[in-house]
């Protein structure tokens, strides 16, 4: 994503204005429609003027590209600087540097990391070559145009307050000093000489507009990639956080030979690389001869992972590398190097097939482990019998004389690499508060769906792709197909849907059977693993009445084992208990709805609950969550009442409102009439009629007739003369300042000539009426209005 892109002259200007970080800010806000925090708008300020004095040298021409905060596509990064043009020989070329503000480096003991003081305390982070170089690969990894055209990257680093080089520089990082150099603070000179040595001719930025229109390549999937990791090939870059991850653990499993046990809990949300980062780890201490295994409590992983090696490694070797939770009962003390524990919040107190073995999984893994890593997210848990948490695993390790260490992961690498969409499901079912309260600007496929038909229907088409598309749906429907393979398990009567629950054939995993885009997985098949594409069927058990979320745990399957006890534990520990459910059931579906890469469709089978969704996902803006009965409402205050389920009644007592449209963007089609809307009450005197629309208005050209942002009252397809007329415009090729793509609202006015058959329009202009004089007219030809339409003619503005 483009956030600020401008070239060498047009970017010094700016950060001559001495309000740089103010106008990076509002391009970040208006592409990304979120804010940042205001260490980072400091950096911007203290950072950016030492750029601007090393491109000031005149052999970088003015046309070099500079783009600011790029977003590495399908991941959450953002690259500090990128300067492009090509070099002598005419070859494109982009020069990634890395900014940073450290004033003192010391040296670590691991590869690629350094440790300076950020924040409030000294912190192990990556060497910035590294980063550097990292960020350079996987821009190379996602970007068919990096690859094919090919574009030079030209990583380096740039430290402009560090004078002392003896730790940046040290021979340790040799390695990756030499695939990005690093710059300190008297090293300007030498910077630019480097930037002007790979950059000699311009391009007004138009490498990265090329990357950012271009072919992105498909994400990388572990069960993919994992033979060619177990065979020593680089399949990931770990970047960031997941680096530093690694690199710690690798040396914290050369602590106990001469001191005490290490335990790791490594703390990361869906999509933030646990399971790559324990698979590059499984690999590694293997190369290094360490008695190591990769354990998970969840069956569907591992089952993925042991049929992709199948044919490849001896049974007796994948038994060895893999494992479950459950296996270290009579496990000797130490007997192994490092135990890698995915899906930690999946361990349960007891092992075995009747639940009566052991003390408990967390202490038998400390125990049987010089290093224990576990990987976890404390909101995955989705059973009563899951007891695996930070502060259990904390004291049991504490308990039995290991050391802890405990880092973060935040890198996101799913759901389109959007911290943005993760936060959004977290407040839209009140798991925790966070700032993202809308999807507008996130981008992510998600959509809400008005029937399982029409989700199963998009599920196949996004399927035919790769295979990497499921449905799946909160257990709530029994699994009679289990015992009888010609029953069906979900069905709905007012819809053509019918499918049954993931199949029982144990020869192959769900997840990768060809007829299995067919049927519906649960949690218990898909935890742990990745789709392109997910749909996800909400069943009764969580539904939306009054704006709040209730659960209904009685509706679940009484084949899912899941919540078995559940009425037990409530009349014993009463808000503990209900707690506890309502952790499992929201827990559930956020793990369903973050399984995807690529896009997300939901669709609640309970109408109230389906509308609530809808109106969260075309812009509402969500309030905080509350702990036990979580109140989530739209502060959207519409000029209207919003109905729903029976007290709609379409053109009687109600017309269809687009919240999702906004004039002059998005896209509004016939289709849309029955599925992507809202249902508005209009207020009096105005009457609903067949043909009447609601949509938002949006910008400042028609701001003396139409407030930004009001609600107005459209009639579509209207007839007779346009002259005068407010409407509703669609053309592809307009090009207006005041409106982001194919949808303006204008003043209509027309020019007609007469033809053998009567009259035709020899022009057609659409003038704003607006305070700013800036706004231009529209004006169409007879020979460019192929795609013109009037939409709409407005009735009113509502508010």
Same mark, same amino acid.
């Given at each position: 994503?483009?956030?600020y892109?401008s ?13 740089? +970080? ?13 804010s940042?925090?205001?260490s980072?708008i ?14 000031s ?5 003015n046309?070099?590209?500079?783009a ?6 399908s ?25 940073k503000?450290w ?8 590869d ?29 990894d996602?970007?068919e ?15 402009h ?8 520089l ?23 000489s ?10 007004s ?10 072919v992105?390549?498909? /994400?990388k ?31 914290l ?10 335990t790791?809990?490594?703390e990361?949300g ?5 399971s790559?980062?324990a ?43 893999f ?7 009579d496990?000797k ?12 919040h999946?361990l349960? +107190?007891?092992?075995? $097939? ?5 003390v408990n999984q ?16 404390d ?27 405990e880092l973060?992961? +935040?890198s ?14 977290d407040?839209?079912?009140g798991?925790r ?5 809308t999807?507008?600007?996130i ?19 996004r399927?035919?792709i790769?295979?990497?598309?499921? $449905? ?6 029994d ?7 010609n029953?069906?398990?979900?069905s709905f009567?007012?819809?053509?849907f ?15 059977q060809s ?9 218990h ?23 709040k ?7 679940r ?6 919540i ?17 459910i ?21 669709? /609640? ?10 109106v ?16 989530i ?15 709609a009644?379409?053109?009687e007592?109600c017309?269809p409102?687009?919240a ?10 016939e289709?849309?009439?029955a ?5 508005? +009450? ?19 050209? $028609? ?10 009252l ?5 007839v ?14 307009i ?15 027309s020019?007609?000539?007469?033809t053998?058959e009567?009259w035709?329009?020899?022009s ?5 009426? /607006? ?20 939409v709409g003619?407005?009735?009113?503005v509502?508010?």
């Open positions: 994503m483009i956030v892109l070239d060498k002259k047009s970017f010094r200007d700016d950060v001559l204005t001495n309000r740089i +970080e103010e106008i990076i800010h509002e391009a970040y806000r208006r592409e990304r429609r979120q940042v925090g205001k980072e400091t950096s911007w300020k203290n950072s950016l003027g030492f750029i601007e004095r090393i491109l040298d005149e052999q970088i021409p046309e070099a590209g500079v600011i905060e790029y977003g590495v596509p991941s959450a990064k953002r690259i500090d600087i990128i300067i492009t043009g090509s070099n002598a020989a005419k070859e494109k070329t982009a020069v990634i540097v890395e900014l503000q004033t003192d480096v010391e040296i670590t003991a691991m690629a990391v350094v440790r300076t003081f950020v924040g409030r305390a000294n912190r192990d982070l990556l060497h910035p070559s590294y980063q550097a170089w990292s960020y350079a690969m996987l821009l190379e996602y970007s145009v990096v690859r094919n055209t090919p574009v030079r990257l030209q990583p380096c680093a740039y430290l307050n560090c004078e002392d080089g003896a730790s940046v040290h021979p340790r990082y040799r390695d990756h000093l030499r695939r990005a150099p690093a710059f300190l603070k008297d090293d300007a000179a030498r910077l630019r480097f930037i002007r040595d790979h950059v000699r001719y311009g391009d930025g138009q490498i990265i507009y090329e990357i950012n229109a271009g992105i390549r498909p /994400s999937n572990l069960a993919d990639s994992l033979l060619a990791l177990l065979k020593g090939k680089r399949e990931f870059v770990l970047i960031d956080d997941q680096k530093v991850v690694y690199e710690t653990a690798l040396a499993a050369d602590k106990p030979a001469n001191g005490a046990k290490q790791l809990i490594v990361g869906p999509g933030t690389g646990k790559v980062v698979i590059n780890l499984l690999v590694e201490l293997t190369r290094r001869e360490k008695l190591v295994k990769y354990v998970t409590k969840n069956a569907a992983p591992r089952a993925v992972y042991e049929f992709k090696l199948k044919g490849e490694f001896k049974k007796s070797r994948i038994s060895n590398l494992t479950s939770s459950g296996s270290f009962v496990a003390s130490d007997e192994f190097g490092a135990l890698l524990v995915d899906e930690a999946r349960n +107190e007891k092992s075995g $097939m009747f639940n009566n073995l052991g967390i202490k038998e893994l400390i125990d049987a482990s010089k290093l224990s890593v576990f990987f976890i997210d909101a995955q848990r989705v059973t009563l019998r899951d007891i695996g948490d930070i502060a259990s695993i904390r004291d049991w390790a504490r308990q039995s004389g290991s050391e802890v260490t973060k992961l +935040e996101q690498f799913r759901c389109g690499g959007s911290d943005g969409y993760l936060a959004w499901v407040q839209l079912l798991i508060q966070t700032a993202n309260t999807l507008e600007g981008p992510y496929d998600f959509k809400v769906c008005d029937s399982a038909a029409e989700l199963r229907d998009l599920i196949r088409v399927n035919r790769t295979n990497k598309a499921r $449905m799946v749906a909160g257990y709530c429907w699994w009679v197909s289990k015992k009888d393979p029953r069906i398990d979900i009567q007012d819809e053509d019918k499918a049954q629950w993931n199949f029982a054939d144990a020869s192959t995993p769900w997840l990768l007829g299995s885009v067919e049927q519906v997985g649960c949690i098949t898909c935890q742990g693993l990745e789709l392109d594409y997910v749909g996800v069927i909400l069943g009764p058990d969580l539904v939306v009445r009054d704006g979320w209730v659960e209904f745990p009685n509706r399957a009484k084949t899912d084992a899941s078995k006890g559940y009425k037990k534990l409530i009349l014993d520990k009463s808000d503990v208990g209900r707690r506890r309502l952790e499992i059931i929201r827990n559930t579906y956020r793990t369903l709805m973050t399984r995807g890469q690529k896009g997300c469709f939901v669709y /609640s089978v309970d109408p109230e609950t389906n509308a609530f969704l809808k969260a996902a075309h812009g509402a803006t969500l309030q905080p969550a509350q702990a036990l009965e979580t109140r409402e739209s502060p959207e205050t519409y000029p209207f009442a919003i109905l729903s389920g029976d007290r009644k379409p053109f007592n017309v409102c687009y999702s449209l906004r004039a002059a963007a998005g896209a509004f089609s289709e849309q009439v599925g992507d809307c809202i249902w508005a +009450e209009l207020p009096e005197p105005l009457v609903p009629k067949r043909g009447f629309f609601v949509v938002k208005v949006v910008g400042e050209s $028609m701001n003396r007739r139409i407030p930004n942002g009001s609600w107005c459209f009639r579509s397809d209207p007779g003369s346009r002259q005068g007329k407010v409407v509703l415009v669609q053309h592809r090729d090009e207006d300042n005041g409106a982001d793509g194919r949808y303006t609202v204008k003043v209509y006015r020019e007609r000539a007469p053998e009567g035709a329009h020899s057609i202009t659409l003038q704003p009426n /607006s305070t700013d004089p800036t706004f231009q007219e529209i004006v169409l030809i007879p020979s460019a209005d192929q795609d013109f339409r009037v003619e407005l009735i009113a509502l508010g």
